[in-house]
């Protein structure tokens, strides 16, 4: 069993500056993709970032420049680095990971909420 743990939410000016983190327990050795999705206020979830075992990673077109996704192997941790940000990037925040043969486990989320 594999529990996804976030945090780092929170309230930020517009313009500024988060970071999310994203803990996993249990066994994700052989993890293929961790990644973060978000869900705004009466919109569907969406994905926002992805990191692959490999360290590869992928960014949705209104994060792209303005987020970083990042892991850290010896913390089970990804992090989420948020810069520059805008009122409608407030959301939910959710991790994702995807293991061998189909597993898909998601922590219970981190409210971000971009305001002045």
């Known amino acids: 069993q594999v529990q996804l743990v976030e945090s780092g939410g929170g309230l930020v000016q517009p313009g500024g500056s988060l970071r999310l983190s994203c803990q996993a327990s249990?066994?994700?050795?052989?993890?293929?993709?961790m990644a973060w999705h978000r869900q705004a206020p009466g919109k569907e979830r969406e994905w926002v970032a992805s990191?692959?075992?490999?360290?590869?990673?992928y960014y949705g077109d209104s994060v792209k420049g303005r987020f970083t996704i990042s892991r850290d192997n010896a913390k089970n941790t990804v992090y989420l680095q948020m810069n520059s940000l805008k009122p409608e990037d407030t959301a939910v925040y959710f991790c994702?990971?995807?293991?061998?043969?189909?597993?898909?486990?998601w922590g219970k989320g981190t409210l971000v909420t971009v305001s002045s």
């Open positions: 994702k990971i995807s293991l061998g043969g189909g597993m898909v486990y």
């Open positions: 249990g066994s994700i050795l052989g993890f293929i993709v």
């Open positions: 990191i692959s075992s490999r360290g590869l990673t």
